[in-house]
């Protein structure tokens, strides 16, 4: 179905914690109860969500984005849609064409061979394992920096249709996932 296609990419908003993180009952209630999460979409092997009636308010869409399609379209063909990914055991890394070399955390160098090193380091995201090739610093996979071009996590709310930097969570939503939802939650966009 040609609905299913994800036409330009997503935003995820990530939760990589190495403690405690809600289960994913959790985070639904939540996030249905803030209105940022309506019913779940039929046919779309059950993660999939339309959006809720404070989803406007929360994610800030910018500049001209002149008519956001929120309800699948009867012809089929992209709409802004909510799947919920995760809870995983260990941080998955998203990323996607649209992925630049991570940065090194102390002096920003680019580590341009990680495409290569990416299978070490998702099996040791925990530890210090990625040396820069600038300064030495050596530093754990989870501490790199991406440029929100993708990012780790173990549990991910994914805002389809959204192009990179289209949409942008507000801080006060950033902040209560924080305070009520285990943990800092980064964002990040990705294409297919
Ligand atoms: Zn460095």
């Given at each position: 179905m040609t609905c299913h296609t994800r036409q330009t990419g997503q935003l995820l908003l990530a939760l990589a914690t190495s403690g405690s993180i809600p289960e994913r009952a959790v985070l639904i209630d939540y996030l249905q109860r803030r209105g940022f999460l309506g019913s779940a979409l039929e046919g779309?092997?059950?993660d999939a969500f339309r959006v809720g009636e404070a989803f406007l308010q929360l994610i800030t869409f910018m500049g001209?984005?002149?008519?956001?399609?929120l309800e699948p379209p009867p012809q089929g063909g992209p709409f802004c849609y909510v799947r919920i990914d995760g809870p995983w055991s260990e941080p998955l890394l998203r990323h996607g064409r649209n992925t630049q070399a991570p940065r090194c955390?102390?002096?920003?160098?680019?580590?341009?061979?990680w495409q290569g090193l990416l299978p070490v380091w998702l099996e040791r995201?925990?530890?210090?394992?990625v040396d820069c090739p600038r300064c030495d610093h050596r530093q754990r996979?989870?501490?790199?920096?991406w440029r929100r071009t993708a990012g780790f996590g173990r549990l991910f709310i994914v805002v389809e249709d959204v192009f990179p930097g289209e949409a942008v969570p507000v801080p006060a939503l950033l902040a209560n996932l924080e305070r009520t939802m285990g943990g800092p939650w980064q964002y990040f966009y990705v294409r297919d």
């Open positions: 779309m092997g059950g001209c984005s002149p008519h956001i399609e955390c102390a002096c920003r160098a680019r580590i341009t061979d995201t925990q530890d210090p394992i996979p989870l501490d790199l920096g």
